[in-house]
Structures are given as C-alpha cells and as structure tokens.
C-alpha cells in the first residue's frame, strides 16, 4: 500500500512529500525503514539516522502512536524536533 | 466563559499586530492583561543570526495552541481570555515570531497562563525554526523531540 509523508523542518530540502510503499497491515513503527531508504534515493549522503529517530509522525488532529495502524492512501506528516515559539 | 483565539499568520502577508492582541483580551471583566512577545535575536550560540523562517504544520499547529489554551482555562480560570498567534515564513532581526495575550480578572493567573502556554508551545507545537547567519549559512535548529503522547510536559526553562 502507498503511504505520503508530508515534511517539515529539517526535511524540507527533500521536498514537499515522499510517497512509500508499504506492506498491507503495516503500522506507523513500519515507516521509518523505507521513508529514509527514499531519503537517500534524493541525497545519497543523507545519513541522519538520529533526525529519523528522534521524529514523530502525526495527522492534522494527533500525534500517532508507535502502533498506530496505517492504511492505503493515508496522507501522514513527519515531525522532527520542535522549536517554536 | 473566556474566549480563545488562536492562529497562524504569514509574515509577508499578515505580520503579527501586538495592538490588536491586547485588544482582544482587554474586556470589561479582566482587571490584568499579560502579554509574551517572542522575537529574532540576533545570534544563536555563538552564531551571528541575520534572520530566521519558521516552518508550520498549521492544522496540528492550530489544535496545539487550542489544547494549551483549554488546558490554561482548565487550570487558572474558564474566564481567561485568551489570544495566540505564531508567524510562519521569513522574519528579520526583531521580528515577531509569537505573541500570546492573556486576559483575566487578577494578575496571578494572568502571569501563570501566560508562561505556561509558551512553555507548552515551545515543547509541543509542530513548529521549525531555520536560522540564516551572516556567513552565509543556515541551519535548522535543534529542537524538543516529541513524546508519543506529547500532554503538559514540565514548565522548565527553555530557549
């Protein structure tokens, strides 16, 4: 199943959104693997994996879960380390 | 029951108006009006900083400031009138990047709600700041990872 993720902060040289394929079933936790697999498809050289590990991902209304189940289509926005205000 | 403003405003298009943020919590009932205004600084650890744009995921945003809001009310008082705007884009030195008006009956609660939903913004609100220094460079700033289920973290210090 095809997945967006929609970036910010940090992630914005890699553009607005990167699509992934998933495996049906997939949750949330499954994410990262191939969302920074297609990182580095753009940029050869990205090799932050602490960038990867300290973000979150989030609808427009929540925060998600770890856990949280995932389905075809979903449009869903990574959230590095904030720093409004 | 107090009212809640919250918004983000483009600052090419919209900047943030400190008047009009006090005047939406100067209301008949509130005796105190406490302002926090953020603005660029000009340097960042040890960094000259020309300027900063802020990056926003508005609608997480915008639901962000609402809970803090509520969780203020919940806290100090459901009459506190309440206003928070954040800019998103391209600021200079001195600009405004956050203004949050608190209006209530005495000044306690007024200075409590105030700092607690700076606090809470700075930890909790999906928002990114990228510095641009004067040799040329910039950078994203290194901020607060989130928790899974990110709900009133701690009111230390920050930033």
């Known amino acids: 199943m095809k997945i967006i993720v929609q970036l910010f902060g940090a992630y914005r040289p890699f553009g607005e959104q990167v699509e992934i394929d998933l495996a049906q079933g997939a949750q949330v936790s499954d994410i990262r693997e191939p969302f920074f697999a297609e990182l580095q498809l753009i940029d050869k050289n990205f090799n932050n994996k602490a960038l990867l590990d300290s973000s979150r991902f989030a609808t427009k209304t929540e925060i998600l879960s770890e856990n949280a189940a995932l389905k075809n289509g979903d449009i869903i926005a990574i959230i590095p380390p904030v720093a409004g205000g | 029951?107090?009212?809640?403003?919250?918004?983000?405003?483009?600052?090419?298009?919209?900047?943030?108006?400190?008047?009009?943020?006090?005047?939406?919590?100067?209301?008949?009932?509130?005796?105190?009006?406490?302002?926090?205004?953020?603005?660029?600084?000009?340097?960042?650890?040890?960094?000259?900083?020309?300027?900063?744009?802020?990056?926003?995921?508005?609608?997480?945003?915008?639901?962000?400031?609402?809970?803090?809001?509520?969780?203020?009310?919940?806290?100090?008082?459901?009459?506190?009138?309440?206003?928070?705007?954040?800019?998103?884009?391209?600021?200079?030195?001195?600009?405004?990047?956050?203004?949050?008006?608190?209006?209530?009956?005495?000044?306690?609660?007024?200075f409590k709600a105030c700092r607690y939903i700076i606090e809470q913004i700075k930890h909790r609100s999906p928002i990114w700041k990228l510095e641009h220094y004067v040799d040329g460079d910039s950078e994203w700033t290194k901020g607060c990872e989130l928790c899974e289920h990110s709900h009133q973290v701690p009111e230390h210090s920050h930033g």
């Open chain 2, 1 to 110: 029951m107090g009212e809640i403003f919250v918004e983000i405003f483009n600052s090419d298009e919209k900047p943030i108006n400190i008047e009009v943020a006090l005047s939406h919590v100067t209301q008949a009932p509130n005796g105190a009006e406490t302002m926090f205004i953020g603005t660029v600084r000009n340097h960042n650890q040890g960094k000259q900083v020309l300027g900063v744009s802020y990056d926003v995921f508005e609608p997480l945003a915008k639901q962000s400031f609402l809970e803090i809001c509520q969780e203020a009310q919940k806290k100090w008082g459901k009459d506190l009138d309440l206003y928070v705007v954040h800019s998103r884009g391209r600021l200079n030195i001195g600009g405004v990047s956050i203004v949050i008006g608190v209006g209530s009956p005495h000044r306690d609660e007024g």
